[in-house]
């Protein structure tokens, strides 16, 4: 696992999107795999800017989305395929039929999960899938738990997530309850990950992942046992290393 140690959220942005861009560079083989939330967001500005210079082109990429709300529409703005149109996908040249993210809207949550599986492992797996971090050491919504769950599958949120994520939305009720997120067996099987995190409120899941046990406890730290790791994270980030 290689882990660099940056100043600060501009600083992990930038070099995010550079590794971002050589892998857009790099051929189109396989989806790029990617986040939502504030970590990623400034990354995806970098690579927003470098298109509009025409430094990149998304027309032959495919990218497929880590995870998504169960129950809002896409067109909510709330939605994580709305963010993605918001913070990229409308802002550069990929074609939205290449774009996967589950779908939220609808209810049956098995042949949602098991008909994305089996995209991703039908389409050739994820080249390098991007990461962001939960507070409780959650990646893709796997929240922790007794066992490491492999494939994608509807999770029910937990308490301290809907917590996290409740600045997004004008109260903590309309947080929703349940997402569908690729499993660990699905992230693991990326070639390569690239895992961000900025802010002191990551430090102690950071420091739990890369230096502690491996459990389902702390999700992330199943992560120490994959081949292609690349973890970029602030001084603030790192400060209980
Ligand atoms: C988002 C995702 C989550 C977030 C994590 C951190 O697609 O899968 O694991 O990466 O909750 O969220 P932020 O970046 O908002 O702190």
């Known amino acids: ?50 298109y509009q210079e025409g430094i990149l082109d998304f027309s032959e990429i495919r990218t497929m989305n880590l995870d998504e709300y169960r129950g809002i529409s896409r067109e909510d703005s709330q939605s994580y395929y709305y963010f993605m149109k918001e913070n990229l996908f409308g802002h550069v040249n990929i074609k939205e039929e290449n774009t996967f993210i589950p779908d939220g809207e609808r209810e049956d949550a098995d042949a ?36 490491f769950i492999k494939e994608c599958h509807c999770v029910s949120l937990a308490l301290s997530t809907i917590e996290a994520n409740k600045r997004f939305f004008e109260n903590a009720e309309d947080v929703p309850r349940q997402a569908y997120t690729m499993g660990i067996g699905t992230i693991m099987s990326a070639e390569k990950i690239l895992l961000l995190a900025s802010g002191e409120e990551k430090a102690d899941a950071l420091s739990r992942m890369l230096g502690g046990p491996i459990t389902p406890r702390v999700p992330a730290s199943i992560l120490q046992l994959h081949r292609d790791v690349t973890v970029i994270a602030d001084e603030a980030a790192l400060s209980k290393i």
């Open 1 to 50: 696992m290689r882990v660099y140690r940056v100043k600060d959220y501009d600083e992990m942005s930038k070099k995010a999107a550079t590794i971002l861009a050589a892998q857009i560079v790099s051929g189109p083989e396989k989806a790029l795999g990617l986040a939502t939330g504030s970590t990623p967001a400034g990354a995806y500005r970098y690579l927003c800017k470098w």
């Open 112 to 147: 949602v999960c098991r008909e994305y599986e089996a995209l991703i492992q039908s389409t050739g797996g994820v080249g390098l899938q991007l990461l962001g971090l939960g507070r409780n050491g959650h990646i893709g919504f796997n929240e922790p738990s007794d066992s």
